[in-house]
């Protein structure tokens, strides 16, 4: 069964630094596109980040662009997020996820196949 699991979460004080991990188990998704996620209390879950199959490829939200970093291992079937210098604003649940889709990069949530269960990130001022 294809599963995502998201880890690495936690509390930092603004100017802080995070890395996510999402390990992928029973798919290979080499051929997937990977995102991030995010969801804040009483928003819409959006766009963090994307990175395609070959990890060439890369598009950031311009609310974390040059702040966050975003790269995975295939051979480890991994993907991470670099969270730099964090803000209160940063704080939400982050969500890894994989794309079938052949378009990339791809921001679009419902493009998605496969999602992980979320790692809490709270960034204090």
């Known amino acids: 069964q294809a599963q995502l699991v998201d880890s690495g979460g936690g509390l930092v004080q603004a100017g802080g630094s995070l890395r996510l991990s999402c390990a992928a188990s029973?798919?290979?998704?080499?051929?997937?596109?990977m995102g991030w996620f995010r969801q804040a209390p009483g928003k819409e879950r959006e766009f963090v980040a994307y990175i395609d199959w070959s990890g060439r490829i890369t598009d950031y939200a311009a609310s974390v662009e040059g702040r966050f970093t975003i790269v995975r291992d295939n051979a480890k079937n991994t993907v991470h997020l670099q969270l730099n210098s964090l803000k209160p604003e940063d704080t939400a649940v982050y969500f890894c996820?994989?794309?079938?889709?052949?378009?990339?990069?791809?921001?679009?949530?419902?493009?998605?196949?496969?999602w992980g269960q979320g790692t809490q990130v709270a960034v204090s001022s």
């Open positions: 996820a994989a794309t079938s889709t052949s378009a990339y990069p791809e921001r679009g949530a419902l493009k998605y196949d496969f």
């Open positions: 029973g798919h290979t998704f080499i051929n997937y596109g």
